[in-house]
């Protein structure tokens, strides 16, 4: 079982609508949960954390985790074409000073103009 | 604008170079770390720097040698490489706090060719 588990899509959603990117974790240990964007080409950039159960909201941008079910959750609303992205969930665990963070292999939004 | 800079950018070396990669950041953070990542795949975790010293070394090929001078410094260097190794190589730092919410904050990575 990988440690990190997303859907790699790719997901195609027409603009305006709202993109639901979901990711599953193995390890119940761990502590925080990031979500990256990642254009082509260029490094993750961070989009929101989340470490406390229920949801998170930062804009258009709404991350939800559920410990209980090792599950987390991106909402995007008013998806625009320039969500269009590679979108890497990522679990943490903090460990004597130093995150230890594993990725999903992150799936790849299509915003449809 | 990243708050954590690497150079080069672009990186194309021989099998027999030796040539380092460089990592700075000022973001006061005391955990540093250098992932590789190869196309269409997640970053992977190479070499965790806490307080200058090495916490974690992935299993990492003798032929990457990390070395962190000092908080704000990390480097990569680089010796007889393969070319499987090109990938884009990715710095990034963290606060070393345990609450949770000291997220990684990547440069822009250097993307290195090994001919």
């Known amino acids: 079982q990988k440690e990190v588990e997303q859907n790699s899509g790719p997901l195609s959603v027409p603009e305006g609508a709202i993109a639901s990117l979901n990711c599953t974790y193995s390890d119940r240990g761990s502590q925080s949960f990031f979500w990256y964007r990642q254009y082509s080409g260029k490094s993750p950039e961070l989009i929101m954390f989340i470490y406390s159960n229920g949801d998170k909201e930062d804009g258009r941008f709404t991350a939800q985790l559920n410990k209980a079910s090792q599950y987390v959750s991106l909402l995007i609303r008013d998806s625009q074409p320039s969500d269009s992205a590679t979108y890497l969930c990522?679990?943490?665990?903090?460990?004597?000073?130093?995150?230890?963070?594993?990725f999903g292999i992150g799936t790849k939004l299509q915003v449809i103009p | 604008d990243t708050e954590v800079t690497q150079t080069p950018k672009h990186l194309v070396m021989g099998m027999t170079n030796k040539k380092s990669l460089k990592c700075e950041q000022h973001?006061?953070?005391?955990?540093m770390y250098w992932y590789k990542q190869k196309a269409k795949k997640p970053p992977e975790l190479m070499f965790v720097y806490s307080y200058e010293k090495l916490s974690i070394n992935e299993s990492v090929p003798s032929r990457f040698s990390p070395e962190c001078p000092n908080s704000s410094l990390l480097n990569l260097h680089l010796h007889a490489l393969q070319p499987e190794d090109s990938a884009l190589y990715l710095c990034a730092s963290s606060h070393t706090s345990g609450t949770g919410d000291s997220p990684l904050h990547f440069g822009n990575g250097t993307r290195l060719t090994v001919t």
């Open positions: 973001m006061g953070h005391r955990a």
């Open positions: 990522a679990v943490n665990i903090f460990s004597g000073g130093y995150q230890k963070v594993t």
